[in-house]
């Protein structure tokens, strides 16, 4: 890939839709799939439930099951209930991690946990994951049921990874990726994988391997968004990662480069429970004048590079086309 183009927020919104059309009336019926899924007749649940069913965002993850799924042509109706699965297993995971992270604010709408309790949270994470993996059981599919629950392992130990890690400034960029791999690309992957064996099961590697490569070049483009865009943007406060002293691709690269005055104001703020903005601010030009936001762009291309590489065995369809246009999407996000 020759490097993304850079569009205007509104344009990159019209890009999301031009990419969900050849999916879009499927796409409708993945949101009735996902509120039966998750119906109960407990108020708190119902309460909870309609609550996240607000914050679904983009649906970009049933976005690519589905376009995966219809590769030739021949999408078969189930792919409508694992699209389901994905999103809300990927609800499940930010409800999770906004009750781990203490976050009060998602999308711009009051996470789970402010609003409930971080009891509630926690249970209510769980209760989305036993009922995405219940409608998977009743699709009847071990190679699909393997996948997902594989993803869903692996989501697990990526939580865990990154909680173990003891010295957050040691953390090095293969231990990064082998993070970020876990916690947003097995899902990404998992959704392309499992989509493909709806419709398109002799493109299962490809999409598997595009999905991996397209999960890597998300997640960075989230880790630099952390550091260049504001809360209009991303639904979150900026700088949250360096607030809660998350160390992403931008500071692991910046790390070595950083003057001796530079370390020590890191240092500083990773020593600061709640660093002021001031701090803060100083951190981020620190990161960014050490060429620690250009070097994760550039890994973000190769992500997305070998992305479009991988899709390169699929007929030439309009849903290639798409999941070709998803990779300049996933780069041009903070715009």
């Not at 065995?313 to 290639?320: A, D, G, I």
């Amino acid at each position: 890939m020759s490097g993304a183009v850079l569009r205007p927020r509104t344009a990159a919104t019209d890009a999301l839709r031009d990419i969900q059309a050849p999916v879009r009336d499927r796409l409708e019926e993945v949101v009735g799939a996902m509120e039966r899924i998750v119906t109960d007749d407990l108020p708190i649940i119902r309460e909870v439930s309609g609550h996240l069913l607000q914050m679904r965002g983009k649906m970009f993850r049933p976005t690519l099951a589905l376009l995966a799924s219809a590769v030739t042509d021949s999408p078969e109706p189930r792919a409508i209930d694992l699209a389901a699965v994905v999103e809300l297993m990927h609800l499940a995971t930010l409800v999770h991690d906004d009750s781990v992270d203490h976050s009060v604010l998602r999308r711009g709408l009051p996470t789970v946990n402010s609003l409930f309790s971080h009891q509630v949270s926690v249970i209510m994470g769980d209760f989305l994951y036993s009922r995405a993996l219940t409608a998977l059981v009743r699709m009847g599919d071990l190679e699909i049921l393997e996948i997902v629950t594989d993803v869903a392992n692996e989501l697990t130990i990526g939580e865990m990874r990154q909680l173990a890690a003891v010295d957050a400034l040691s953390f090095s960029e293969d231990e990064y990726c082998h993070l970020i791999r876990a916690k947003t690309a097995s899902l990404i992957s998992g959704a392309c994988e499992s989509g493909a064996l709806c419709g398109a099961p002799e493109f299962r590697e490809a999409l598997a391997q595009y999905g991996d490569r397209l999960g890597m070049a998300f997640q960075v483009a989230d880790d630099i968004l952390d550091y260049t865009a504001d809360q209009s943007v991303t639904g979150k406060p900026g700088g949250l990662d360096l607030r809660e002293h998350k160390v992403t691709l931008p500071l692991i690269a910046a790390l070595p480069h950083v003057s001796t005055a530079g370390r020590g104001r890191i240092d500083e703020l990773f020593a600061t429970e709640v660093p002021p903005d001031g701090l803060l601010a100083d951190v981020i030009g620190i990161v960014a004048e050490a060429g620690g936001i250009e070097y994760a762009r550039q890994r973000g291309e190769q992500f997305a590079h070998d992305a479009e590489h991988a899709l390169r065995v699929l007929p030439e369809t309009p849903v290639r086309s798409a999941l070709t246009d998803a990779i300049a999407y996933v780069m041009d996000r903070r715009f």
